[in-house]
């Protein structure tokens, strides 16, 4: 790591924002994975779960103890994990091919597997609006090869965003025209919808109405050279910040400028803000799992 730490200023409101001032080097909470994806901070257990997905397990980090151990295996080549307003956790399975959630008693209930008759491509992340809706990527990552899940054909033939209604529980198309849709997440207000496409290299938003439905779509950052955005959070400033494959970290102003970076000695792919104080950024990494004490706060917990 270079002498002035993990932070790279790239405009004067990296500064100002006061985004560079917390820990000076990142900590390793834990590594021998085989490739790391889905960080989720659950508040109620004090916990850090995320994925390792060749190895077809959900792993967990005991925030008391700093002890690692397994939550479940297998699990069905799982990548995003996020929380539903009751507190239940919602996997997408690349390998089984749908989204579920796992109730209070363990047991788990299949919320998405099928879009027009038609199987998924391989579930990547989800958000969760508080009225229940459910919005979830779906790219083929999962079936292009038995290495993050089993290598199929995708019975949709494109990769797409989806929504899963509340109280139907039905699956509609929400958004189309993507090469590999990856990240999704609402901004803090609910207004907008956030999908990174990987393949592409951009970062997408729309707007979102009140029954769920998108329009207005449009570029909000594009990455530069080799990189390729995975999963993306907000911090209560507005802020987004963005794993970037090979590049660190990427911070964006609202108005969509690169402000700054986290270096991080492995490719990253997802990050999470948690923590007693959600200032505390979990970084997964290749085969390992970091974290940040960070002098910013992710987005309130809703």
């Known amino acids: 790591m270079p002498a002035d730490g993990p932070y790279e200023i790239l405009d004067d409101r990296f500064r100002t924002g006061h985004c560079a001032n917390g820990d000076s080097r990142l900590e390793v909470l834990h590594d021998g994975c085989r490739w790391a ?4 901070y659950v508040p109620a ?19 008391t103890t700093g002890t ?5 295996t297998p699990a069905g080549h799982s990548n995003g994990n996020t929380l539903d307003r009751q507190g239940r956790l919602v996997t997408c399975e690349q390998g089984n091919r ?38 979830f990527s779906d790219p083929d990552f999962g079936i292009v090869s ?6 199929a054909e995708s019975e949709i033939g494109a990769c797409n965003v989806y929504r899963i209604d509340p109280v139907s ?50 570029v909000f950052a594009e990455a530069r050279g080799d990189v390729r955005f995975d999963n993306i959070r907000f911090d209560d400033e507005g802020r987004l910040w963005a794993a970037a494959l090979a590049d660190g970290v990427h911070c964006y102003d609202p108005d969509g400028t690169l402000i700054g970076r986290l270096r991080v000695p492995e490719p990253v792919s997802n990050i999470a803000f948690g923590g007693p104080r959600n200032n505390r950024l979990f970084i997964t990494a290749t085969t390992s799992l970091y974290s940040l004490v960070m002098s910013v706060t992710g987005a309130p917990r809703l």
């Open 68 to 72: 690692v151990g397994v939550f479940r």
């Open 146 to 151: 038995d290495y993050e899940g089993h290598r």
């Open 45 to 63: 257990w004090r916990q850090l779960v995320w994925s390792d997905i060749p190895n077809d397990r959900i792993m967990r980090w005991d925030e």
């Open 169 to 218: 529980g039905q699956v509609r198309l929400a958004a189309d025209g993507f090469d590999g849709p990856n990240g999704v997440i609402l901004s803090p207000d609910e207004k907008r919808l956030y999908v990174s496409d990987s393949r592409a290299a951009r970062i997408h938003v729309f707007d979102v109405h009140d029954d769920g439905t998108l329009s207005d779509g449009m």
């Open 98 to 135: 749908r989204v579920t959630r796992t109730e209070a008693d363990g047991t788990v209930t299949v919320l998405a597997e099928r879009y027009d008759g038609k199987r998924l491509n391989s579930p990547n992340d989800s958000v969760v609006r508080s009225d229940g809706t459910v919005w």
């Open 37 to 40: 994806e889905g960080p989720l």
